[in-house]
């Protein structure tokens, strides 16, 4: 506004003509970033293949549960170690949906470095001993409200349903809620008009049934598909290779898969880390079935995973840091697309056994106070307070059928509010026009 008010003044002391040489084209805004989305088996930023080369990032950790994204002294200070390390991608755990975040998404972006957050926090989350109860609108109306935080940066590249609700194969029958939890996701998403932002499922490291969990959240009808799925793996144990660690076989297993895959964490740190892995990952060996991946984790936090210290204000590298650093600079992505698929087919549902116990495609139908979030909103989250919604709320009262997740709204979707990174361009022409108008009227004006 105050740009205006100078370019006004200028027409009425100079003329019309000082005034169309006053008005300059804006400059596009040097922070924004093609959205990601999903084509095939895989992941493009615009017609580019992208691929991520991420952290895991969440000071504190589990004990000490906080928004690093809603942090700007912290996020400013990260910053610059995430751009010389080289990363493009960072996972965050837990965020506050009540704070706002727009500075920090904002300087990632201009770092060039996009957002994979999970959606949920400790209260707010499934309880894999008891997912039937604590499926329930409390839960989703605070799941939404996070989408409604984020859906406005560009940057934001995915959202995740759930992480390692299954951990072993006792757990699997929790899977039916995890998968229908993801349907209620992109349900949302497109009710609210958002940009289709990608939703998926991160996996624990649990051999028995990662095979049958990515065949399960990729099979059904389209509405209860997920966008793509990712596990963790830390099986590749330096010094290691790509047929030592069985990666060769996990390319394998994934081969005709038609969603994008991506490592959610990796890094194992019973050896040295060398990160040798990250030169198989990003070749052609990996590429047309895995899309990258998450190293865990950016601050040590006593585990002897993290890749850095921090004390205050200052960041001490770690030798972790050092090895992943010149794994990332020594390994270009691949030329091209990466040798991706485009088919995008639906897999088969896995059978039931007696490491994957779920015998049926039908999910929960999502609780019936939760259908209005669709079309009215969710309102505004309980951030990191409130008092959980495992035992609270409405749980489903029976099976959705088919197609029943699908996308109802209807009309173009919407960018999201004020803080979204792409600001749309401002054409200088009606601007011109209206002040060329006033500086001729107080002309004439002069004149008679």
Known sequence: MKGLSAVISTSVAFGATSVIAAVAPLAPRANSLPPVSVKGNAFFAGDKR?????????????????????????CKRDLKVFTKLGINTIRVYTVDNSKNHDECMNALAAAGIYL?????????????????????????????????????????????????????DQTTAAAPYVKAVTRDMRQYIGNRKYRKIPVGYSAADVNSNRLEMAQYMNCGSDDERSDFFAFNDYSWCDPS????????????????????????????????????????????????VYSGGLVYEYVEEGSKYGLVKINGDSVEELDDFDALKTAFAGTPNPQGDGGYSQSGAASKCPAKSSTFDV????????????????????????????????????????????????????????KGAAGALHAPALSVTPVICGLVVIASSLLGAALL
């Open 359 to 414: 015998d049926t495609a039908a999910l929960p139908a999502i609780p019936e106070p939760a259908k209005k979030f669709m079309n009215q909103g969710a309102g505004t989250g309980v951030g990191l307070g409130g008092s959980g919604s495992q035992n609270a709320g409405t749980g489903s009262s029976g099976t959705a059928t088919a197609g029943s997740g699908s996308v109802t709204a209807t009309g173009t979707p919407k």
């Open 241 to 288: 290779s790509f047929k030592i660690s069985g990666w060769d076989q996990k390319v394998k297993n994934f081969t005709d898969y038609g969603i994008p895959l991506f490592l959610s964490e990796y890094g194992c740190n019973t050896n040295k880390r060398e990160f040798k892995e990250v030169a198989s990952l990003y070749s052609t060996d990996m590429t047309s």
């Open 116 to 168: 994979v957050l999970d959606a949920n926090t400790p209260k707010y989350s499934l309880n894999r001993a008891d997912p039937k109860i604590s499926y329930n609108d409390v839960y989703l109306q605070n799941i939404f409200a996070t989408i409604d935080a984020f859906a406005k940066y560009d940057n934001t590249l995915a959202f995740f349903s759930g992480n390692e609700v299954i951990n072993d």
């Open 50 to 74: 992208f691929y991520m080369r991420g952290i895991d990032y969440q000071p504190g950790g589990s004990s000490n549960v906080a928004d690093p994204i809603a942090d700007i002294d912290g």
